[in-house]
């Protein structure tokens, strides 16, 4: 089946400790983006990644590093520089790339919960 | 960073109601308007991507609307069924930005 899988659902650490997130999609597209969605608000852009070996900071980046280094995986760490990590992540893939169109929707995993102690 | 709004938060409705929700969306440097509809514990669904002002897409017993002059758009779903229950989502895509997601309307179809 072609999708998005992320892993673990449910990650628990301890204050302090930093964890990577991962995110692999087979649906062979170019751009990945890493989401953070908190009580009432909206997702929120972590980082995102159009092309490989290049990403980009989205409109949360402080505390959060990625790498892209295969078209497929695009794995997040949350570092102990994050002070709020506590949320739900999303990771999501879409054809849009560096030669977008309208019509370049985005595909999500089912997410992983973290929880910081 | 762009706002995008959803109105009502959450609602509910009784099986066989028909429902309504808005986004709204900045106008300036409209590219593309995203509906999504995400279930408890499942990964959100695109539903429709509009561009064009006046545009109207149906899938089923669901359908939108958008107005890009004034920047909103209409989600219906006519004849609500319990399975519609879920959180949806939309997301102003900008020339120049990555998309902004509104905060989602919560819908519970009570049977």
Same mark, same amino acid.
């Given at each position: 089946d072609g999708g998005i899988t992320q892993s673990p659902k449910y990650l628990f650490r301890k204050e302090g400790q930093n964890v990577t997130l991962s995110c692999e999609q /087979?649906? /062979? $597209?170019?751009a990945m983006y890493w989401y953070r969605q908190d009580p009432g608000q909206g997702l929120r852009l972590i980082y995102y990644s159009q092309i490989v070996n290049d990403f980009q900071k989205g409109d949360i980046a402080e505390g959060y590093s990625v790498s892209?280094?295969?078209?497929e995986s695009f794995p997040l760490t949350v570092t102990s520089?994050?002070? /709020?990590?506590t949320a739900f992540y999303l990771c999501a893939s879409s054809n849009?790339?560096?030669?977008?169109? $309208?019509?370049d929707t985005q595909y999500f995993g089912p997410g992983t919960r973290l929880t910081v102690l | 960073i762009l706002n995008v709004e959803q109105s009502p938060q959450s609602l509910h409705v009784q099986e066989g109601d028909s429902t309504n929700f808005t986004c709204s969306f900045p106008s300036s440097n409209f590219y593309a308007l995203h509906w999504y509809r995400w279930e408890t514990a499942k990964s959100p669904e695109a539903l429709f991507v509009m561009t064009l002002n006046g545009d109207e897409k149906k899938k089923g017993r669901i359908s939108a609307t958008l107005n890009t002059k004034e920047g909103y758009s209409y989600l219906y779903i006519k004849? %609500?069924?319990?399975?519609? %229950?879920a959180t949806y989502l939309c997301a102003s895509d900008n020339y120049g930005q990555n998309f902004v997601f509104g905060p989602g309307t919560r819908l519970s179809v009570l049977p």
């Open positions: /087979n649906l /062979n $597209h170019d892209r280094e295969k078209k520089a994050q002070k /709020n990590p849009r790339g560096l030669a977008g169109a $309208h019509e | 004849g %609500s069924q319990p399975e519609d %229950s």
